[in-house]
């Protein structure tokens, strides 16, 4: 059997500790941010799984670009916030579960994904 494993893309990470360092000294600027993306692990933790993104769609082809990957998921991690994630594999025993970015409202995440071009 799998194993599922989630983790942060490194980018994630680093913003992740910058969040935690500015909320020692009492910045709560980025507070949602952080709590967002505890929450998008929780939730790959509780072996819940995200909406597959077709790869025929732009955000798609961002996240292929930008981190070469070869799968998609979206998580509604609130109304209005999203996360991305993808999953990779190095054996046969375990699936990595890379959150790549969390947005605190879906309408950067549609920015990002050429959704509101004119």
Do not use: W
């Not at 910058?18 to 709560?28: A, D, F, P, T």
């Not at 929450?39 to 082809?61: A, D, H």
């Not at 054996?91 to 959704?115: A, D, M, P, R, T």
């Amino acid at each position: 059997m799998k194993e599922f494993i989630p983790q942060l893309s490194k980018e994630l990470f680093e913003l992740k500790i910058k969040i935690e360092k500015e909320l020692s000294i009492g910045n709560k600027t980025n507070e949602n941010l952080y709590q967002l993306i505890n929450k998008s692990i929780y939730f790959l933790k509780q072996k819940r799984v995200g909406v597959p993104i077709s790869k025929k769609l732009p955000i798609y082809k961002y996240f292929e670009k930008k981190y070469g990957i070869t799968n998609l998921f979206l998580i509604d991690i609130s109304q209005e916030a999203r996360a991305i994630y993808t999953n990779t594999s190095n054996n046969e025993f375990q699936i990595l579960q890379i959150v790549l970015e969390v947005y605190e409202s879906h309408k950067k995440y549609e920015k990002i994904g050429g959704y509101n071009r004119h």
